[in-house]
């Protein structure tokens, strides 16, 4: 069965902490894994798409790296304004659905 | 660019009432749609899933049904509401290989 684990649950850094977070997958075929950004209350922006392990993708402060079991998101001194959840998502290869993790509530404080 | 909208934004509805949500989308034609609920815990859950007029695909047997009576028209219903029903409900379209949502209905069943 396709699962999507992220850790941890909740991250709580200074403004210029940079740190990561963890997304672990298990797949049957990975057609993608999808990073999206959710800030409360609004619908999952979506952030970046990884393919095949060794890919890296980068946007401002936030770049998505993937191995063959799990993906990190690293955020480089972060600002209060990133503060929001996380959201990882794998899309398997039986018929093509997201399953989503849990998501990271990241709280960047001034 | 494609862009989704969600009506309401927000109901509070009683046990055992009906319920009604619409999900419209531009600028694109006959998109493949979704409907995703997300509990407190974070995680979203397909429902449903669309890939033209009056095809659905149900992911998870339970209380909800959807419907979609036009191209870009997605409409998720329920004959009468349960405690359980409550959550946040996302609609998505797909362009490529990645998902976009819109802004969800917060729906508390009281």
């Known amino acids: 069965e396709d699962q999507v684990t992220q850790s941890p649950e909740a991250l709580r850094l200074q403004e210029g902490e940079s740190s990561s977070l963890n997304c672990s997958y298990t797949?049957?075929?990975?057609?993608?894994l999808f990073w999206y950004r959710q800030d409360p209350g609004k619908g999952p922006e979506f952030l970046f798409t990884?393919?095949?392990a060794g890919e890296e993708k980068e946007k401002e402060r936030l770049k998505a790296t993937l191995t063959k079991k799990e993906s990190f998101l690293h955020i480089t001194a972060p600002k209060p304004e990133d503060s929001a959840t996380y959201l990882c998502?794998?899309?398997?290869?039986?018929?093509?659905?997201?399953?989503f993790g849990q998501g990271t509530e990241l709280s960047v404080k001034p | 660019s494609q862009t989704i909208h969600q009506w309401p934004a927000t109901l509070v509805q009683p046990v055992g009432s009906p319920l009604s949500l619409e999900c419209t989308v531009e600028?694109?034609?006959?998109?493949?749609l979704y409907w995703y609920r997300q509990a407190a815990g974070r995680g979203l859950q397909l429902l449903f899933y669309?890939?033209?007029?009056?095809?659905i695909s149900s992911e998870v047997p339970q209380n909800l049904s959807a419907s979609r009576p036009q191209d870009r028209q997605f409409i998720l219903s329920s004959k009468k509401l349960l405690l359980s029903d409550s959550g946040f409900y996302l609609c998505?379209?797909?362009?490529?290989?990645?998902?976009?949502f819109g802004p969800g209905t917060r729906l508390t069943v009281l």
């Open positions: 998505a379209t797909r362009r490529g290989n990645e998902q976009f």
């Open positions: 797949v049957s075929g990975l057609r993608g």
């Open positions: 990884l393919y095949s």
């Open positions: 998502a794998v899309q398997g290869n039986q018929g093509g659905k997201l399953i």
């Open positions: 600028g694109t034609s006959n998109p493949n």
């Open positions: 669309s890939v033209g007029i009056g095809q």
